[in-house]
């Protein structure tokens, strides 16, 4: 035999250099759930290691993440249930809950990158994205782009650095962008849920915010995932509105759409390693089913492999404690 291709792999140091792929903290944004009230460090049950944080406990957290090399977070709120209504109206409150969790951050650890969430399920009290229809039950599209475009607004006037749409409204990112541009942040940066599956690994994110759907599902709006073609016609569309970075949402089975969507855009990509696929490593890894911490490295590498540029992931502190 003249090919041998096992020479490539006889050491760990061979087997460095031969190294296509390695996550680091540069890689990882760091999803963080803020709630109201103050030295609330509340456990989220599904997803041991993540907390709900008060504003004055989230800032300790994020100081923390930023000495461990991560360099943005993505900010999501749990909106008392008082505070929702049909049309989200705290959402475009500038003293409400996220606003005042954005200066915070801003405040105390300026460098850090933060990333807040455009959509109206964290406010609503129908517990979905769009505004529904109060006569037909619907969730109609071109009303909630107003909707959106103020919430994107409020965030931006907080010191939001990107936004996330997570809505998947139809023609929200253009919507969102030329809003931004007349209230001169045309610097903030939007990085759409591009591609985003109507998807059952959402579970324990919803748990953590009380945001499931009163009614129905999200499959009007959400992807079916059944379907690649329909993920890189949204993607593109959302190039063509302006977006500054796709994303690909969940991640683990979804990394075929990663890799078509590489080969056709040149956009950053970022992959949202959903509340599911945490659960599923920490509840497999806490029984001694699997090795949580091999898992979760494996996993990551998988997704720069199949063609990210960026992972959002519940495990970036915990893979930036590994490798610093
Ligand atoms: C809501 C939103 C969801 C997630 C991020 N933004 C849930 C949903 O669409 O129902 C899920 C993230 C996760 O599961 O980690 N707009």
């Given at each position: 035999?003249?090919?041998?291709?096992?020479?490539?792999?006889?050491?760990?140091?061979?087997?460095?250099?031969?190294?296509?792929?390695?996550?680091?903290?540069?890689?990882?944004?760091?999803?963080?759930?803020?709630?109201?009230?103050?030295?609330?460090?509340?456990?989220?049950?599904?997803?041991?290691?993540?907390?709900?944080?008060?504003?004055?406990?989230?800032?300790?957290?994020?100081?923390?993440?930023?000495?461990?090399?991560?360099?943005?977070?993505?900010?999501?709120?749990?909106?008392?249930?008082?505070?929702?209504?049909?049309?989200?109206?705290?959402?475009?409150?500038?003293?409400?809950?996220?606003?005042?969790?954005?200066?915070?951050?801003?405040?105390?650890?300026?460098?850090?990158?933060?990333?807040?969430?455009v959509a109206?399920?964290?406010?609503?009290?129908?517990?979905?994205?769009g505004?529904?229809?109060?006569?037909?039950?619907?969730?109609?599209n071109d009303?909630t782009l107003e909707?959106l475009a103020?919430m994107a607004i409020?965030?931006?006037?907080?010191?939001?650095?990107i936004i996330g749409p997570s809505d998947m409204m139809d023609g929200r990112v253009g919507f969102i962008r030329s809003a931004l541009d007349q209230?001169?942040f045309e610097?903030v940066s939007i990085m759409s849920y591009s591609s985003k599956?109507?998807?059952?690994?959402?579970?324990?994110?919803?748990?953590?915010?009380?945001?499931?759907?009163?009614?129905?599902?999200?499959?009007?709006y959400?992807m079916?995932?059944?379907?690649?073609?329909e993920a890189i016609r949204e993607a593109l569309l959302d190039e063509k509105e302006g977006a500054d970075i796709l994303m690909?949402?969940?991640?683990?089975?979804?990394?075929?759409?990663?890799?078509?969507l590489?080969?056709v855009s040149n956009l950053p990509i970022a992959?949202?390693?959903?509340?599911?696929?945490?659960?599923?490593?920490?509840?497999?890894?806490?029984?001694?089913?699997?090795?949580?911490?091999?898992?979760?490295?494996?996993?990551?590498?998988?997704?720069?492999?199949?063609?990210?540029?960026?992972?959002?992931?519940?495990?970036?502190?915990?893979?930036?404690?590994?490798?610093?």
């Amino acid at each position: 035999m003249k090919i041998r291709p096992r020479r490539n792999r006889k050491s760990e140091a061979i087997r460095a250099l031969i190294r296509e792929t390695i996550v680091t903290p540069d890689d990882l944004i760091a999803p963080l759930f803020v709630l109201s009230g103050k030295g609330i460090k509340d456990p989220i049950s599904s997803m041991p290691g993540q907390f709900r944080f008060s504003v004055d406990l989230l800032i300790v957290e994020v100081k923390q993440l930023y000495s461990l090399g991560i360099k943005c977070i993505s900010l999501f709120p749990a909106i008392d249930e008082h505070l929702k209504d049909s049309w989200a109206k705290e959402s475009t409150n500038p003293d409400g809950l996220y606003p005042r969790a954005i200066r915070a951050i801003k405040e105390a650890c300026p460098d850090m990158v933060v990333m807040t969430d455009v959509a109206m399920d964290p406010y609503s009290s129908d517990g979905h994205d769009g505004f529904v229809d109060p006569k037909t039950g619907e969730i109609v599209n071109d009303p909630t782009l107003e909707i959106l475009a103020s919430m994107a607004i409020t965030q931006a006037q907080a010191g939001s650095d990107i936004i996330g749409p997570s809505d998947m409204m139809d023609g929200r990112v253009g919507f969102i962008r030329s809003a931004l541009d007349q209230e001169s942040f045309e610097g903030v940066s939007i990085m759409s849920y591009s591609s985003k599956y109507a998807s059952s690994f959402y579970g324990p994110f919803r748990e953590a915010l009380d945001s499931a759907p009163k009614s129905g599902d999200k499959k009007t709006y959400q992807m079916d995932y059944a379907n690649s073609r329909e993920a890189i016609r949204e993607a593109l569309l959302d190039e063509k509105e302006g977006a500054d970075i796709l994303m690909v949402k969940p991640g683990l089975p979804y990394l075929d759409i990663i890799a078509k969507l590489r080969e056709v855009s040149n956009l950053p990509i970022a992959a949202y390693n959903v509340s599911g696929e945490y659960a599923m490593i920490k509840a497999a890894s806490e029984k001694g089913w699997l090795d949580g911490e091999k898992c979760m490295v494996e996993m990551l590498t998988s997704f720069k492999r199949a063609g990210c540029d960026m992972i959002i992931t519940y495990f970036a502190g915990e893979m930036a404690r590994l490798t610093s």
